[in-house]
């Protein structure tokens, strides 16, 4: 994943389902002006296990 500013590199063996759904989200603008996540596919339970570890992670 290359997306300019913001890049992640993965192990190219990564599996295909675990890419789709670290993905499933993208940050937007919306009709505010603000900064907003937007679901860009259902499935996203592998994004939300990542945000937790992190969240757990923090001291």
Do not use: F, S
Request: charged letters at 35%.
């Amino acid at each position: 994943i290359d997306d300019g500013d913001q890049a992640a590199y993965l192990h190219k063996k990564t599996g295909k389902d675990y890419v789709r759904q670290i993905t499933a989200e993208e940050k937007r603008i919306d009709e505010k002006g603000l900064q907003v996540w937007q679901e860009i596919r259902r499935d996203n339970h592998l994004l939300d296990c990542e945000c937790m570890a992190m969240a757990c992670a923090e001291p």
